[in-house]
Structure formats: structure tokens, C-alpha cells
């Protein structure tokens, strides 16, 4: 009889939690250094959240270790919905498969609360390199294996995974380097020293526009509307191959439902806001805004699809 009355005390709590929830300041953990794309979803996300919340959401930047560093911390924080962090491709479905030992369990530990925000990657080559499209692109490597070389942000990092997946789907053969950071990246593209990256469409666009780069494929699933002429990867013979830097919400653990449902409600509110799609257009980021089910769905496909890569590539951590 006992466990009864608790059982129904904690049930009746739950819609009255949500009516109160928050009622002190919110932390928001971004994984990752102040000034990337993760960091603009989380500041246009948040301050549209705070309006429905009726709270101040602060922003705590905590990079390191891939990301690691920031999950391990939240996810030893309280489950009570004031502390949160911004999910990550690379934090919840790269580096459970990529490091021999994490801190702690990518889904034991946290909570899926709402899917965010979507990044296509564009596939991208030097000027000098003869070919306009991806077609021409696999051609031309298959005629030279092991003679072009791609460049990434760094072992693991999102340009990484984006051209060891097209490698294995497309059968080539080139080489990686990796740089330390994008910004290394990029500058020995432009100037020939590699042939082709992946990245999103920030940093390239500009050498797009000089004529130093060409795209040759989108790597989401639809066209950019800033490069519509340019056909995905998929449509251009590899039906199903899909690479997007995505950013979610997650919170702790044991996090209450109610509260998982308050935030996931105020979160999708605020990815369909139009400030929001207008921030996020500037950088061929698109706003989804997602129940909790529906994130912890996409996050089990995502890694059972990068996992795959992982493995296949024997990516390794630094």
C-alpha cells in the first residue's frame, strides 16, 4: 500500500513539476571551443527558449577532448533540468566507437531531448582538379589510387568521417591528412597542397566564390538553397549517403519526463521560430525542432551508420 501512495504522489508530481519548471537559471554546456557552429545554434536556440521558459538560459562553453570533457561533467550534474548540453554528431555517434574508453556511457547517461539543428557538409576540390562533379571526381581517383590527397580539421573531426564514408561507399582510394584545426585545412586547399575536403559551408564558401574551390556534391539529404545546381551525393549514383552536422539537446540521466517534456516543447518552439531560421540560413544550417523520441531514434541510427565507418576506416583517437 505504501509503494502505492508513492508511486501516485510522484505520478501527480509530474504535470505540476512542468507547471513550475524552471525556477532558477538554466546551464546550457556547449563541447566545444566559443565561436563554432555549436556555439551559434546554442546562443539563437537558447535565447528563443528563454521567452516560453521565462528564464535566463547561460551558455558555458567547455571544450576539450573532442567534447568529452564537457559530457563526462554533465553527465555526472543533477537530473533536474538545469543542466543540459548541446549534443554533438561527433560526441554521440563518433566517439563512443572512436575512443578505446569513455567516462562515461553515451546512451546510459543522458537523456535525448530534442533534435536541434542540421549542417550539411559540401564535398569540395582545388581548381586544378579536373573534374566539375562527383562522377568525375570518383573517375579520376580510380584512375590514380593513392594519388590525391584530402585534408580534415583533424583525425576524427567531421571532414574526416564525411571522406572516409565516401571512400567506402564509393571504392577510392586517397589519402588523408590531417590538420590541426580548419583553418590549416583550408589554407593548404586553396593553394593545391591537398585536392579535396569536406567541410560545412562556412569556411568554403568564400574560396568557392574567388574560384579557388569547386563544389562537387552536398553531402545532406537535399540540395543547399545557396548551391542549388550542385547534386547530392546521393543523387548522383550513392542513394542513401547522408553526411550533416547535427546539434541536439540532452540532458542528464533521470532527468524528470515532465521537465524532458517542457524543454522539448520550448526547444521545437524555438527551432521553428522565424529569428531562428533566418540566423541559421546565413549558414545553410537547418532548424528541425524534434520530440524526445524522435532525437533518440536519429541518434541510433546515427550510430549504428558511423559506427560502421569507424570500424571500417580504423579511425582511432589522437
Same mark, same amino acid.
Given at each position: 500500500m505504501k509503494r502505492l501512495l508513492i508511486a501516485l504522489s510522484c505520478a501527480l508530481a509530474l504535470p505540476a513539476l512542468a507547471q513550475t519548471y524552471p525556477t532558477k537559471p538554466i546551464r546550457l554546456v556547449v563541447p566545444f571551443a566559443p565561436g563554432g557552429s555549436s556555439s551559434i545554434v546554442a546562443?539563437?536556440?537558447?535565447?528563443?527558449?528563454?521567452?516560453?521558459?521565462?528564464?535566463?538560459i547561460v551558455i558555458d562553453n567547455k571544450g576539450g577532448g573532442g567534447g568529452n570533457l564537457a559530457m563526462a561533467e554533465v553527465a555526472?550534474?543533477?537530473p533536474d533540468g538545469y543542466t543540459l548540453i548541446i549534443g554533438h554528431i561527433g560526441s554521440l555517434a563518433v566517439n563512443p566507437f572512436m575512443y578505446s574508453k569513455l567516462p562515461f556511457d553515451t546512451n546510459r547517461d543522458f537523456a535525448a531531448v530534442s533534435l536541434l539543428a542540421m549542417v550539411p557538409s559540401i564535398f569540395v576540390v582545388h581548381e586544378s582538379v579536373p573534374?566539375? @562533379? *562527383?562522377?568525375?571526381?570518383?573517375?579520376? +581517383?580510380? /584512375?590514380?589510387?593513392?594519388?590525391?590527397?584530402y585534408g580534415s580539421a583533424g583525425n !576524427?573531426?567531421?571532414?574526416?568521417?564525411?571522406?572516409?564514408?565516401?571512400?567506402?561507399?564509393?571504392?577510392?582510394?586517397?589519402?588523408?591528412?590531417?590538420?590541426?584545426?580548419?583553418?590549416?585545412?583550408?589554407? @593548404? *586547399?586553396?593553394?593545391?597542397?591537398?585536392? +579535396?575536403? /569536406?567541410?560545412?559551408?562556412?569556411p568554403l564558401m568564400p574560396?568557392?566564390?574567388? !574560384?579557388?574551390?569547386?563544389?562537387?556534391?552536398?553531402?545532406?539529404?537535399?540540395?543547399?538553397?545557396?548551391?542549388?545546381?550542385?547534386a547530392t551525393v546521393a543523387e548522383q549514383g550513392y542513394p542513401g549517403f547522408e553526411h550533416s552536422q547535427w546539434y541536439g539537446l540532452n540532458a542528464p /540521466?533521470?532527468?524528470p519526463e515532465a521537465?524532458?517534456?517542457?524543454?522539448?516543447?520550448?526547444?521545437?518552439?524555438?527551432?521553428?521560430?522565424?529569428?531562428?531560421?533566418?540566423?541559421?540560413?546565413?549558414d545553410d544550417a537547418e532548424a528541425v525542432?524534434?520530440?524526445?523520441?524522435e532525437y533518440a531514434a536519429f541518434i541510433k541510427r546515427e550510430q549504428d551508420r558511423w559506427s560502421k565507418v569507424v570500424r571500417t576506416a580504423n579511425i582511432k583517437a589522437d
Open positions: 546562443r539563437a536556440i537558447a535565447a528563443e527558449m528563454e521567452k516560453g521558459l521565462g528564464q535566463t555526472r550534474a543533477d573534374a566539375k @562533379d *562527383l562522377r568525375e571526381f570518383v573517375a579520376l +581517383a580510380k /584512375a590514380q589510387p593513392g594519388k590525391l590527397f !576524427g573531426s567531421a571532414g574526416h568521417l564525411a571522406m572516409e564514408y565516401l571512400k567506402q561507399v564509393a571504392g577510392l582510394d586517397i589519402q588523408h591528412v590531417p590538420y590541426k584545426g580548419t583553418g590549416p585545412n583550408v589554407a @593548404d *586547399l586553396i593553394v593545391g597542397r591537398t585536392q +579535396a575536403a /569536406a567541410a560545412g559551408t562556412p574560396h568557392v566564390k574567388s !574560384g579557388k574551390l569547386r563544389v562537387i556534391a552536398a553531402g545532406g539529404a537535399k540540395r543547399l538553397p545557396s548551391l542549388p545546381e550542385v /540521466a533521470k532527468t521537465v524532458i517534456r517542457r524543454l522539448a516543447e520550448e526547444a521545437a518552439k524555438a527551432a521553428k521560430s522565424p529569428r531562428v531560421a533566418e540566423r541559421f540560413a546565413a525542432g524534434s520530440t524526445p523520441a
